[in-house]
């Protein structure tokens, strides 16, 4: 029998909201005071960037996160890289040809798709060389669907239209040379995908354009950019599903509080509605709309939720708040449609583990999106399922989880949790929202496992196995 969680714990900082606060200091004018910055390897991807674009960080570590200034490079120079530690090449660009570089800039963006695809928005605009490249992952992670709209509005970014010889395929994958441009063109577009990372990018390279650039998408996704650009001095009008951004608006420092992450927070809260005897309380946490979908749907098949009365964050009008969950012991199925996905996209995974002990078969409309984030999430949801003794398929898109109204027992996996090949049986394909969630399923089973790559957990969430362990 697992032993029940039980405690209230302040989780990690979020983990859009710092990548924002980071790219928004260092493009505004001045020192921007940040509190609470979430101290991850994907928000250090973020830090390195910017420092090596010529903005100056100067943060330490505090309880809740890094604090401390970040001075944007928008001074005067406008980062011609003499007040950081990187000279950039200052060689006027090729109009319409793809430059070679001679002396580029070469930024690696590790594990971050929120780094590299809002990085590339903060580029276009700005007359500069510069090589993004990331890990393996990201290196397989699409771009063309940012590369598309930045490219519509004048910004070259290299291989943009090239197709592999073999395959056909659109290289649309990092490493990209990004050459912005100073004046951009403004532009209306439709985003097939609802995506945060896609809306942002148009919308920050929207600042330097000539007139007002808009971006619709099909469903809302997290509206961070939207909330947080006016706390730095840009005003953004949100009309339903389109989101307008007059160009040649400067920003301005700011002063920002990063609160919990949701999306961290789901782990332990799914634990301890699996767990008998759990109740813990995730304090100080982001929720805004555009993100709680998981807790909607953890409520709608019966988990015992409760929500502090939510107050303004002060970052850019979010809505923060306390949750607590306990133990359920009748969970049921449920259906989630298309348009709610992108409010619970990252908590896809956890929510999954949870449908499994749910009675019912849950649906999940439309997540082909899975397959392109950190790893084939898709593919590994249901192999993770599978070895735990669960049932999940996908059919197209959708992706099915067959509830067996309990978790099953420990003794479907070998006590020692490896193969007879001794490989640890849960794999985590290096995706920190899948190393936590196996690390929450072994401990609702009850089971000793090793997991392997359970180390890239410190993507989003550092300290989450200690945190885990705090709540025993
Ligand atoms: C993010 C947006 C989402 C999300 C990612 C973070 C962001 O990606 O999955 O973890 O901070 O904008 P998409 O925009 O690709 O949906």
């Given amino acids: 029998m697992p032993a029940p969680l039980k405690g209230t714990i302040r989780v990690p900082s979020d983990k859009s909201l710092s990548h924002r606060v980071v790219l928004f200091a260092a493009m505004a004018e001045g020192a921007s005071q940040v509190e609470g910055l979430l101290d991850s390897l994907d928000v250090r991807s973020s830090l390195k960037a910017i420092e090596a674009l ?31 530690t990187v000279h950039l090449s200052q060689e006027p660009l090729d109009k319409g040809a793809v430059p070679l570089p001679r002396e580029p800039l ?10 590299a695809r809002l990085l590339l928005g903060v580029l276009a605009g700005y007359p500069r060389k510069v090589i993004l490249e990331g890990d393996a992952s990201l290196s397989k992670r699409p771009m063309q669907r940012v590369n598309k709209p930045l490219s519509l509005m004048g910004a070259v970014i290299a291989p943009p239209d090239q197709r592999c010889v073999s395959c056909g395929q659109a290289l649309d994958t990092l490493p990209l040379i990004v050459c912005g441009k100073e004046q951009l063109r403004a532009i209306d577009y439709t985003s097939p995908e609802a995506s945060a990372q896609v809306k942002s990018a148009v919308l920050l390279a929207g600042l330097h354009a000539e007139g007002t650039t808009s971006v619709t998408e099909p469903y809302k996704s997290r509206d961070h950019t939207e909330l947080l650009l006016p706390a730095f001095g840009a005003a953004v009008e949100v009309d339903g599903l389109t989101v307008r951004i007059q160009g040649g608006q400067h920003l301005r420092a700011a002063g920002c509080a990063v609160p919990g992450d949701p999306s961290s927070a789901a782990f332990l809260l799914v634990a ?22 998981f807790l909607a749907v953890m409520q709608r098949m019966g988990a015992t939720l409760s929500l502090s009365a939510t107050a303004h964050s002060g970052l850019g009008a979010e809505q923060v708040g306390s949750v607590t969950c306990s133990y359920s012991s009748t969970l049921t199925a449920t259906t989630i449609e298309a348009q709610e996905i992108p409010t619970l996209i990252d908590e896809i995974p956890i929510l999954a583990l949870l449908a499994a002990a749910a ?8 997540v082909g999106e899975l397959r392109v984030k950190e790893s084939d999430r898709l593919a590994a949801i249901i192999e993770g399922l599978d070895t735990l003794g669960c049932r999940a398929y996908a059919d197209g898109d959708d992706l099915f989880v067959v509830g067996s109204a309990t978790l099953p027992e420990r003794k479907v996996l070998p006590q020692d949790g490896r193969t007879k090949d001794a490989h640890p049986l849960l794999q985590t394909r290096g995706d920190h929202r899948l190393a936590m969630t196996w690390a929450i399923a072994a401990r609702a089973l009850d089971l000793d496992l ?12 550092p300290n989450f196995l200690e945190d885990l362990k705090g709540l025993s």
């Avoid at 509605?273 to 993100?291: D, F, K, M, Q, W």
């Fill in 450 to 461: 090793e997991i392997q790559g359970i180390e890239s957990a410190a993507v989003s969430y």
């Fill in 54 to 84: 010529g903005a100056e960080v100067s943060l330490h570590a505090e309880q809740s996160g890094l604090a401390g200034t970040i001075t944007g490079w928008a001074q005067g120079d406008r980062g011609t890289g003499d007040r950081g």
């Fill in 106 to 115: 070469v930024i690696d963006c590790g594990n971050s798709g929120t780094t």
């Fill in 272 to 293: 301890a509605a699996l767990i008998p005897g759990s109740e813990v309380t995730c304090t100080e946490v982001l929720l805004n709309p555009t993100r709680t979908g």
């Fill in 359 to 366: 009675s019912g078969t849950t649906v999940f409309r439309q």
